[in-house]
């Protein structure tokens, strides 16, 4: 059972704009988010993380997002940079038992020059 | 600095061989241990993870296992591969204090079973 989802596999946006990235759970005790980001043959980079005690957080032209009673997350980029084109994966756990992490299937993201 | 690394980078193998990867993580001591699998055009699928040695849990029943004889080593292995094994294979690490709650992946094994 997929407990945390992804439902747009692909996404294109031009260089300058926005790009929104969303994610969705389904388990309420997971309190700890990541995105990553991967690029063919790599393995995925951590790129932003976010506590559930918080609603937003910001480095750099990257922000995430939680909206804990909508049970969703999204990435924003801004302004998004051809360099940006990767599969982004959203990720969850509890820390409590801090031992598992579970990724969404990904979102393949198109920076077009 | 904590460093991961992963081996080998692409593997072919036919189908009813065995399996053997490797994955080392250097500059941490007791990290949690991840092996991940990408099939193609899906997620990233846990399928096992470790706590310390020889504690080893799985995530998905299949025909794969894994084994922590180090504490900075982790295997995965299989005794008779088979079509559906394909995949890209991820190490991972976690839990030094300094790194947090983060995943920190090794470069991959891409396996194709022919």
């Known amino acids: 059972d997929q407990q945390v989802k992804q439902n747009s596999p692909s996404l294109s946006v031009q260089e300058g704009r926005i790009s929104i990235l969303n994610c969705d759970y389904t388990?309420?005790?997971?309190?700890?988010f990541l995105w990553y980001k991967k690029y063919p043959a790599e393995g995925p980079t951590f790129l932003i993380s976010i506590s559930s005690i918080k609603d937003k957080n910001e480095d750099g032209r990257f922000t995430v997002f939680l909206n804990k009673s909508a049970k969703h997350l999204s990435l924003h980029i801004v302004p998004s940079q051809p360099g940006d084109s990767a599969v982004y994966f959203c990720a969850a756990s509890r820390t409590l038992t801090g031992n598992q992490f579970y990724f969404g299937t990904g979102t393949s993201l198109t920076v077009i020059p | 600095s904590q460093t991961i690394h992963q081996w080998p980078a692409t593997l072919v193998q036919p189908v009813g061989s065995p399996l053997s990867l490797e994955c080392t993580v250097e500059g941490t001591s007791n990290p949690n241990l991840y092996w991940y699998r990408q099939a193609a055009g899906r997620g990233l699928q846990l399928l096992f993870y470790?706590?310390?040695?020889?504690?080893i849990s799985s995530e998905v029943p299949q025909n794969l296992s894994a084994s922590r004889p180090q504490d900075r080593q982790f295997i995965l292995s299989s005794k008779k591969l088979l079509l559906s094994d394909s995949g890209f294979y991820l190490c991972?690490?976690?839990?030094?204090?300094?790194?947090?709650?983060?995943?920190?992946f090794g470069s991959g094994t891409q396996l194709s079973v022919l």
């Open positions: 470790s706590v310390g040695i020889g504690q």
């Open positions: 388990n309420s005790m997971f309190d700890y």
């Open positions: 991972a690490w976690s839990g030094d204090t300094q790194s947090g709650e983060k995943l920190f």
